[in-house]
């Protein structure tokens, strides 16, 4: 009798173990489950005999799933996890769809002897984009600081040559020496510019727009005027959130190309405003206007209507690149309205703190 006893005893105390690692399996598997239904990549099972038992919520949206293998799609999914199958090694490949187009790269592993196939897809479009956005930068950054360089090593050795054979011709070519040193330090400071406004996060300052427009346009003045450029100012007190000295650097070059485009007795405005979105800092020239061809791509990074022009009035191409940079991580956003021969508007829209503007 006893011993029924332990062993109902001990029976009941198994049946409690086993509820217990069911409820633990239960609870790791709608785990996992929670798991596999967030991750971004696309995660597709594929039995032995090409039955598809299981594929996660992110497969169905990068490829057209199926209940077999057959009905995989993209197509060369299928042939990824039949060589991963047949070498019994992860195969990886890149797949294209279109329409929209998107790259993806899927590793088909096998993951059990006998042939079950594990498949992760993952959309590589936006890494890639920016890979070659990267590619190209350098690039051009690249071919833009050898034009200096070049001209800078041909100009010293004409200058050596000149101070050898006839000194009192020297001059011109150490000019050019100090002008290419010039440009390509512009260059370095425009290129630094960009990578500290990529790689650092935005500050997060009060900034009343007015008072730092009135303090860089005062800082400009002299230059206007040596250009016989008139300047002028039209503002209203407006507080935006960001990195005063940021905001400095992109209407610093608003106002530097503006010069640079207006010829003497021409005019240059600066505005600060309200907008139904908030804040609005206006760079107005009479200049010579941007043709309408050219307009959308002039904020490019080394895009510039006339390269030789730009280069000989201090231009880098990397100014208006840097104005978008500052507008965009402010939340705000940069436009232009021009037409040749009448001049060109700069517009840099900011949002605003509400409760900070004055009634
Ligand atoms: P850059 O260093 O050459 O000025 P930006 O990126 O600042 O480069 O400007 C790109 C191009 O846009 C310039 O090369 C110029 O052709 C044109 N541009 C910019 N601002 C003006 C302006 N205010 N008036 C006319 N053209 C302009």
Not at 35 to 51: C, F, H, K, W, Y
């Given at each position: 009798?006893?011993?029924?006893?332990?062993?109902?005893?001990?029976?009941?105390?198994?049946?409690a173990?086993?509820?217990?690692?069911?409820?633990?399996?239960?609870?790791?598997?709608?785990?996992l489950?929670?798991?596999?239904?967030?991750?971004?990549?696309?995660?597709?099972?594929?039995?032995?005999?090409?039955?598809?038992?299981?594929?996660?919520?992110?497969?169905?949206?990068?490829?057209?799933?199926?209940?077999?293998?057959?009905?995989?799609?993209?197509?060369?999914?299928?042939?990824?996890?039949?060589?991963?199958?047949?070498?019994?090694?992860?195969?990886?490949g890149?797949?294209?769809?279109?329409?929209?187009?998107?790259?993806?790269?899927?590793?088909?592993?096998?993951?059990?002897?006998?042939?079950?196939?594990?498949?992760?897809?993952?959309?590589?479009?936006?890494?890639?984009?920016?890979?070659?956005?990267?590619?190209?930068f350098?690039?051009?950054?690249?071919?833009?600081?050898?034009?200096?360089?070049?001209?800078?090593?041909?100009?010293?050795?004409?200058?050596?040559?000149?101070?050898?054979?006839?000194?009192?011709?020297?001059?011109?070519?150490?000019?050019?020496?100090?002008?290419?040193?010039?440009?390509?330090?512009?260059?370095?400071?425009?290129?630094?510019?960009?990578?500290?406004?990529?790689?650092?996060?935005?500050?997060?300052?009060?900034?009343?727009?007015?008072?730092?427009?009135?303090?860089?346009?005062?800082?400009?003045r002299?230059r206007?005027?040596?250009?016989?450029?008139?300047?002028?100012?039209?503002?209203?007190?407006?507080?935006?959130?960001?990195?005063?000295?940021?905001?400095?650097?992109?209407?610093?070059?608003?106002?530097?190309?503006?010069?640079?485009?207006?010829?003497?007795?021409?005019?240059?405005r600066?505005?600060?405003?309200?907008?139904?979105?908030?804040?609005?800092?206006?760079v107005?020239?009479?200049?010579?206007?941007?043709?309408?061809?050219?307009?959308?791509?002039?904020?490019?990074?080394?895009?510039?209507?006339?390269?030789?022009?730009?280069?000989?009035?201090?231009?880098?191409?990397?100014?208006?690149?840097?104005?978008?940079?500052?507008?965009e991580?402010?939340?705000?956003?940069?436009?232009v309205?021009?037409?040749?021969?009448?001049?060109s508007?700069?517009?840099?829209n900011?949002p605003?703190?509400?409760?900070?503007?004055p009634?």
């Open positions: 009798m006893r011993k029924v006893k332990r062993l109902e005893q001990e029976m009941s105390e198994l049946r173990e086993l509820d217990r690692r069911a409820e633990e399996g239960g609870a790791q598997a709608s785990l489950g929670q798991v596999l239904a967030t991750v971004r990549q696309g995660i597709i099972v594929v039995d032995p005999d090409d039955s598809i038992p299981y594929f996660n919520p992110a497969a169905a949206t990068l490829i057209r799933p199926g209940i077999s293998l057959g009905q995989l799609s993209p197509h060369p999914l299928q042939s990824l996890v039949r060589r991963a199958r047949a070498q019994g090694d992860p195969i990886e890149t797949l294209e769809l279109d329409r929209p187009h998107r790259l993806l790269t899927a590793v088909a592993t096998p993951i059990e002897a006998g042939g079950r196939v594990l498949v992760v897809v993952v959309d590589v479009t936006e890494a890639r984009r920016i890979e070659a956005i990267r590619r190209d350098v690039a051009a950054a690249s071919h833009e600081l050898k034009t200096p360089v070049a001209s800078m090593v041909a100009s010293a050795e004409t200058l050596q040559l000149a101070l050898a054979r006839d000194p009192a011709r020297a001059a011109p070519f150490a000019e050019q020496v100090e002008r290419s040193a010039r440009q390509l330090a512009r260059l370095v400071a425009d290129l630094l510019d960009l990578s500290r406004l990529e790689a650092t996060p935005e500050a997060d300052e009060e900034v009343a727009l007015d008072q730092l427009v009135k303090q860089e346009v005062e800082a400009f002299d206007a005027l040596e250009a016989e450029v008139e300047l002028s100012v039209q503002m209203i007190p407006v507080v935006v959130r960001g990195s005063r000295s940021d905001l400095g650097l992109a209407l610093r070059n608003l106002m530097d190309n503006a010069l640079r485009h207006t010829p003497a007795g021409g005019e240059i600066i505005v600060v405003d309200r907008s139904p979105e908030g804040a609005v800092l206006h107005i020239d009479s200049g010579e206007g941007i043709g309408s061809r050219e307009l959308p791509r002039i904020f490019e990074r080394f895009y510039r209507v006339d390269s030789a022009r730009s280069r000989a009035t201090g231009g880098t191409g990397l100014g208006l690149a840097i104005v978008r940079h500052v507008a991580s402010h939340g705000g956003r940069v436009g309205s021009s037409s040749l021969g009448q001049g508007t700069f517009s840099i900011l605003t703190t509400p409760d900070r503007h009634s």
